[in-house]
């Protein structure tokens, strides 16, 4: 599971459509190692124009990308192998199918999330380029802000004369648009004033991000609230009074953690409960680093914490930089005040003294 | 191992650079970039597809982010490796705040965190490798005058001195 896909540690793979998702994943995954694009050609030679308007746009007045022994700027890399107005020269039929199959499945949108580029030698003007490309990887199904999709990785090699250099890694998301909210495209050039964050709010961004833009306005948002039903409520009534309650099975005795109903190893209704001392270790985490979502400055790390008496619970890892967390990191329980309303149990690392 | 190549740290903070994302931006680096996807020029097609309106593509983004590096660290840099994310969009209208950290040293080269915030988020954050020839010295001298140079476009550059220097000790 990569960090980065997961938002806030939640809801990363839904299996809920089963064979059908089981079935996409499956087709598209079976592309991972194919071809992406074969010989392909780039259209033009690298030349002094092309590159003069390039450093025009980005406004980027670098002495080296001009006069007699210019070269070109190395992030120009993937617009060499571009396939400009008339099309692509060079893509495979693998990767017409794999989108298409997406396509078919609803994943009808694409945004492209990702670049990794590596610079081996520097381009000159006269230099013909020759590309080849290979589907990398095909992820899990991914829920984002966005929506839900795939990512398709793809690896590029490029050459001149055969010699390699430079390598063009591209990462797209093909996705079904999240519960698209049609409020109102504010007409003519809602983002033109989107220097204010609440035009840009107004528009179809997502609501996640536009709720962080919200922060340097009135009121800060707030974290999600917890919902509360007849089988979690006593876990949070021990909350508000700082116990952290586990479940025990009244007719096996096993301790049972997130509460549920009934008894997963026995299946008896009946329980008790017993208050966890506060000791525990890093079982595993996550750092999240994007995207943001409000109330939540990433990166932050969540902790998949096994507590003492052995459960295991998800929650913050505090006291510790996001980076300096580590499996098997002891760790001791304290409740944090989120806000006037909202108390949370989170752990906090535990310095190791001397061994 | 040795973190230090002349007055390049790890920790050093790089003045930042403040870009005006402008519908001419975005249009002239999609053109610039090859890329003639409807969504980066023509926000009638946009705003179908269910944005507000034109956003800046991924390749004019890359190369505002290896413009930063190459602008600070002088025309003697050579960029190896830029590797980059994208999160909230660069709408026109909206001001992208390009920063960096350096965030490890090995011999001359360098890797820097980059951040690109907007009005509306991080629109970009990767980390770039960059060569600085010639070590101790050069490296300031260079950055230096090319500061200097691009003052006129950019306002907040000519403001800027050198990188900021942090202690690398003083960290955990």
């Known amino acids: ?355 | 191992m040795n973190t230090e190549v002349g007055p390049v740290r790890v920790g050093d903070v790089l003045p930042p650079l403040e870009i005006e994302i402008t519908r001419t931006l975005i249009v002239a680096g999609a053109i610039a970039s090859r890329d003639y996807q409807d969504v980066h020029h023509d926000a009638e097609l946009a705003r179908q597809k269910g944005s507000p309106d034109i956003f800046m593509n991924i390749l004019t983004t890359n190369g505002l982010v290896g413009r930063y590096i190459t602008d600070r660290f002088g025309p003697r840099s050579v960029l190896r490796r830029v590797a980059i994310r994208l999160g909230a969009p660069n709408y026109p209208g909206d001001t992208m705040v390009l920063t960096g950290t350096v965030e490890a040293v090995d011999g001359d080269t360098a890797t820097v965190r980059v951040v690109g915030a907007n009005g509306i988020g991080r629109h970009v954050t990767g980390t770039v490798t960059v060569t600085v020839p010639g070590a101790a010295g050069a490296v300031g001298a260079d950055g230096a005058r090319v500061a200097q140079g691009a003052e006129g476009a950019e306002g907040i550059e000519g403001a800027e001195d050198a990188a900021v220097h942090e202690a690398a000790g003083s960290r955990p």
């Open chain 1, 1 to 355: 599971m990569s960090e980065r896909e997961v938002p806030g540690g939640e809801g990363a793979t839904a299996l809920d459509e089963g064979g059908e998702y089981e079935d996409v994943f499956a087709r598209a995954k079976a592309y991972e190692g194919q071809a992406a694009a074969v010989g392909g050609l780039g259209k033009d030679l690298v030349n002094e124009p092309m590159i003069r308007h390039w450093c025009e746009a980005m406004g980027d007045t670098n002495p080296a990308y001009v006069g007699a022994d210019a070269i070109a700027p190395p992030t120009m890399l993937q617009a060499w192998t571009m396939g400009g107005l008339s099309g692509h020269a060079g893509r495979s039929e693998a990767y017409d199918e794999l989108l298409g199959l997406l396509d078919d499945a609803g994943y009808t949108s694409v945004v492209a999330t990702d670049c990794e580029q590596e610079y081996l030698r520097p381009l000159r003007p006269g230099d013909a380029i020759t590309f080849d490309a290979v589907i990398e990887s095909v992820s899990e199904r991914k829920t984002t802000k966005l929506g839900t999709g795939y990512f398709v990785t793809t690896r590029m090699d490029v050459r001149v004369a055969g010699r390699p250099v430079g390598t063009h890694r591209f990462r797209i998301l093909k996705y079904v648009p999240a519960g698209r909210r049609r409020s109102a495209p504010k007409a003519e050039g809602a983002g033109a004033v989107a220097r204010t964050a609440g035009a840009a709010r107004a528009a179809e961004i997502p609501r996640e991000i536009a709720g962080t833009a919200g922060t340097a306005g009135t009121s800060r948002p707030k974290r999600p609230r917890p919902v509360v039903n007849r089988d979690n409520a006593g876990f949070w009534e021990g909350v508000s009074r700082h116990r952290l309650l586990i479940q025990r099975c009244d007719g096996c005795r096993t301790l049972r953690f997130p509460w549920l109903p009934g008894c997963n190893a026995c299946g008896c209704p009946d329980w008790d409960t017993v208050e966890a001392g506060g000791e525990g270790t890093v079982y595993s985490y996550v750092v999240m680093h994007h995207p943001p979502f409000p109330a939540f400055d990433p990166p932050y790390a969540v902790g998949l914490i096994e507590l003492a008496e052995g459960v295991r619970m998800i929650s913050n890892v505090v006291g510790v930089q996001h980076d300096r967390v580590r499996i098997g990191m002891p760790v001791r329980l304290e409740f944090e005040q989120v806000d006037e309303e909202l108390e949370l149990p989170v752990f906090r690392a535990v310095e190791r003294s001397g061994g």
